[in-house]
């Protein structure tokens, strides 16, 4: 069956770097486009970034651009999301979330668990 | 950016009660891009429906979705005790892919 892991998540202090992963089972990974997602706490769901299945492109939202950037390693199915520059307002949990077809404008189906991100001094 | 406004903010019902949740679009969310997803505490979202009212696997038949251009509806026909969480609606049409605030349906 599909599933998503996340990893990666810790405490970190504003300014610093971490680089998140999501192992990928149960699907071809270079199929599906795919996303982070996060969500602080107590708050709601806020798209991170996405990556389109051939890695062709790929989609920020504006406060991470030039901070974040999303990757992806078919041959080990694992996507990954490095951050750095982080600050205070980017502490939250993290999921990795799959796209339901191979379509970069379609909706997803399969979420990890997520992994959390605390940026504190 | 697309902004989702999702009314009302909590709704208090009971088991076997009718749900009408709604989720209004700043502009149109074209060819009915428009998703629903359900979060229970200490769990990840779960796709409901999709374009508008296609139910994602393995969802019960006891949610619907209708709506088109702005206006979208998720109704939950008899509320199972499971169905109490937050509900979100999302567009993904175009990036940046946005969520709308919740609605959670408590008891």
């Known amino acids: 069956q599909v599933q998503l892991v996340e990893s990666g998540g810790g405490v970190v202090q504003p300014g610093g770097s971490l680089r998140l992963s999501c192992a990928a089972s149960g699907f071809t990974l270079s199929t599906y486009g795919m996303h982070w997602v996060r969500q602080a706490p107590g708050k709601g769901l806020e798209w991170v970034a996405f990556i389109r299945y051939d890695e062709s492109y790929t989609y920020y939202t504006d406060s991470v651009k030039g901070r974040f950037t999303i990757s992806r390693d078919n041959s080990k199915n694992t996507l990954y999301l490095q951050m750095s520059s982080l600050r205070a307002e980017d502490t939250a949990l993290y999921y990795c979330?799959?796209?339901?077809?191979?379509?970069?404008?379609?909706?997803?189906?399969?979420w990890g668990q997520g992994t959390l991100v605390t940026v504190s001094s | 950016e697309i902004v989702l406004t999702q009314s009302p903010g909590t709704l208090s019902l009971s088991p076997g009660e009718r749900a009408t949740l709604s989720c209004r679009a700043s502009?149109?969310?074209?060819?009915?891009?428009l998703a629903w997803y359900q979060q229970k505490p200490g769990q990840a979202p779960r796709l409901l429906i999709y374009?508008?009212?296609s139910r994602a696997t393995a969802i019960p038949d006891r949610f619907s979705g209708s709506g088109s251009g702005t206006d979208f509806t998720l109704t939950i026909s008899r509320l199972e005790p499971e169905d109490f969480a937050v509900y979100y609606c999302?567009?993904?049409?175009?990036?940046?892919?946005?969520f709308g605030q919740g609605t959670k349906v408590e008891i």
């Open positions: 979330a799959k796209a339901i077809v191979g379509s970069t404008w379609s909706p997803f189906d399969y």
């Open positions: 999302q567009q993904f049409g175009t990036s940046p892919w946005t």
């Open positions: 502009q149109s969310v074209g060819s009915s891009y």
């Open positions: 374009g508008a009212s």
